[in-house]
């Protein structure tokens, strides 16, 4: 089959939610990849940061095999011996205390928001649902329909209403703005420390800090999505990290999956992410 076979393929019997470039590819290694028809390319897209350690490393991939021929699957109805692995490995290397892991970017956004409004109303006594989170324009968190409803482009909102409330957008890399956003109401501001969807987009310097300076004086959860430029896409290990800022809320994905197997993962303290309980 040649690449305009498999392209008719999905034309013909998938969903037309995404118009990808017309390069089938068959096969890839490192920083390389192949067509089906036998073309070489560099991959400097990367999964959009979900292969920052290249194609089938051949660690992770190991990793893989050698957990799926002992079991792949437990549900969190039981325990297994790696989940407090993983939990220990990613404090070890971020210095938050708790982890809460979940599947997709978009889910780890989901999680997020919801323990961002928790912490508004028991941590900070906000009126019950008026819980507000700040976020900024030409934002991209995932998809959903929470998230889309505080996405300001057209071609992911529209048709999708109603949107949730409960979220204010103010322009990107403004942090006078943000500041002058925020009420006895607000939760948490949710921002990429780099926007990607908008065309890598790099704030002014001083942003970051800015915002984390907010969020302290005003006693409110800043939210790093770092799912794109986290575990090293930046130079350093967070994008937060050019600042010397460190966010209440860490959302981490992509990479942290080894571009083998979703899994993303939000981070905090214990006093904020402990506030989960079962149920």
Partial sequence: MKAKDYIALENEYGAHNYHPLDVVIERAEGVWVWDVEGRKYLDCLAAYSALNQGHRHPKIVAALVAQAQKVTLTSRAFRNDQLGLLYQELSNLTGYEMALPM?????????????????????????????????AGN??????????????EPLYRDAFGPHTPGFVTVPYGDAAAIERAITPNTAAILLEPIQGEAG???????????????????????????????????GKLFACDHEVVRPDVMILGKALGGGVYPVSAVLASREILGLFRPG
């Fill in 103 to 135: 599947n997709t970017g978009a889910e780890a956004v989901e999680t997020a928001i919801k323990l961002a409004r928790k912490w508004g109303y028991v941590k900070k006594g906000i009126p019950a649902n008026q819980a507000e989170i700040i976020t």
């Fill in 139 to 152: 934002n991209f968190h995932g998809r959903t329909i929470s998230i889309i409803s505080f996405s300001t």
């Fill in 200 to 234: 890598v987009v790099v704030p002014p310097a001083g942003y970051l800090k800015a915002v984390a300076d907010l969020c302290r004086k005003h006693n409110v959860l800043f939210i790093a999505d770092e799912i794109q430029t986290g575990l090293g896409r930046t």
